[in-house]
Nanobody
Framework: QVHLEESGGGSVQSGGSLRLSCAAS????????LGWFRQAPGKEREGVAT???????SYADSVKGRFTISQDNANNTVYLQMNSLRPEDTAMYYC???????????????????????WGQGTQVTVSS
């Protein structure tokens, strides 16, 4: 049983920062993969960042250098620190989990929605120019 709950979304001006949190209940998993995805209106859901239980991370090219994914194992929480936000970052952001990271994670790529079995409800991020 896996439960994911996102928080921290909101509205911010271009250049601003937000930190998203995802409280993850991963009851039976000793190893897991957590990711952040986003979906803008009329667009497909896309990977943003992924973190493995060993701490390795991967990012979409569009957010490299601006976003940082991290995890607090003691509190079973994964974070997405978003800096230098742009209007094109506006989207619903989703937390996702799976028992293992996709193969592309080892290549530094954040993966695809089909790579993750469990999803949160999402939190809206709006960046105005």
């Amino acid at each position: 049983q896996v439960h994911l709950e996102e928080s921290g979304g909101g509205s911010v001006q271009s250049g601003g920062s937000l930190r998203l949190s995802c409280a993850a209940s991963l009851y039976s998993y000793s190893r897991y993969c957590l990711g952040w995805f986003r979906q803008a209106p009329g667009k497909e859901r896309e990977g943003v960042a992924t973190i493995d239980s060993d701490g390795s991370t991967s990012y979409a090219d569009s957010v490299k250098g601006r976003f940082t994914i991290s995890q607090d194992n003691a509190n079973n929480t994964v974070y997405l620190q978003m800096n230098s936000l742009r209007p094109e970052d506006t989207a619903m952001y989703y937390c996702a989990a799976n028992s293992r990271c996709p193969v592309v994670h080892a290549l530094g790529m954040s993966g695809y929605p089909d790579d993750f079995a469990y999803w949160g409800q999402g939190t809206q991020v709006t960046v105005s120019s």
